[in-house]
Nanobody, 114 residues
Framework: QVQLVESGGGLVQPGGSLRLSCKISGTIFHFYAMGWYRQAPGKQRDVVARIFSVGNTNYADSVRGRFTISRDSAKNTLYLQMKNLKTEEAGVYYC????????WGQGTQVTVSS
């Protein structure tokens, strides 16, 4: 069983930056992918960025070039560096871990507002 705990959300002005963290704990032998998803009020949960076990990454078109996903294996932590945030990128950001099963964190709120 894998547990995920996100942190780093908060209020930021448009154009600002935030770095989200996801601490991963539990029994981890292998993973297929880890990622960040965003859910705005009344909308579905959409992928923002993913990193795969072989190290490659992919991003939603709207965030490519501004967001960076990374992981620190020694710390068992996944990160999402977000720059030049837009108001429409506000929402709850969830960490996802996918191996033989799938795990989700509880989410961290990101508010982008002036």
């Amino acid at each position: 069983q894998v547990q995920l705990v996100e942190s780093g959300g908060g209020l930021v002005q448009p154009g600002g930056s935030l770095r989200l963290s996801c601490k991963i704990s539990g029994t981890i032998f292998h993973f297929y992918a880890m990622g960040w998803y965003r859910q705005a009020p009344g909308k579905q949960r959409d992928v923002v960025a993913r990193i795969f076990s072989v190290g490659n990454t992919n991003y939603a078109d709207s965030v490519r070039g501004r967001f960076t996903i990374s992981r620190d294996s020694a710390k068992n932590t996944l990160y999402l560096q977000m720059k030049n945030l837009k108001t429409e990128e506000a929402g709850v950001y969830y960490c996802n871990f996918r191996s033989a099963s799938e795990s989700w964190g509880q989410g961290t709120q990101v508010t982008v507002s002036s």
